[in-house]
């Protein structure tokens, strides 16, 4: 249960950001939270993290499914024995979903957070990088001991 609960709060945080960013800024715009530090930025990524593979959205829609199915089939085997992994796990599905919806819908995904130094991102992306770290801290600390 908390994983479909975490899940559809993930999707709904994040479309519901993608949409008020697409319905109160126009594309490139950018307005400042801090000065030169943190910026709400509209912009239309068709590819991965940091922008790589551009313009394969097929692609990268096939992968995330994939992912989704691989996370799905092998829940049974993921560390998800106590409530916290269970809600990190579907942090990283909803995250993964919601970048999904835009690609398929969109044909490229809506990102806006930018603070100047690293790619302009989206909340989709801080749940996919925290599902990551987190489940890549499990197994290289905690299962290699």
Known sequence: ????ISLLLTVILDQG??????ENL???QSIPIIEDIFHLTYIRNQGAAFGILQGRVTFLIIVTVL???LLIVFYNELPVDNRFNRLIL??????????LIDRVRLGYVVDFFD???WPVFNIADVAIVI????F???VVVIEGK
């Open 1 to 4: 249960m908390e994983v479909l």
């Open 17 to 22: 950001t993608k949409y008020l960013v697409m």
């Open 26 to 28: 126009d594309l490139y």
């Open 67 to 69: 992912a989704i199915i």
């Open 90 to 99: 579907g942090l990283g599905i909803g995250g993964a979903l919601g970048n």
């Open 115 to 117: 603070f100047r130094v």
């Open 131 to 134: 599902t990551v770290s987190i």
């Open 136 to 138: 890549s801290y499990w």
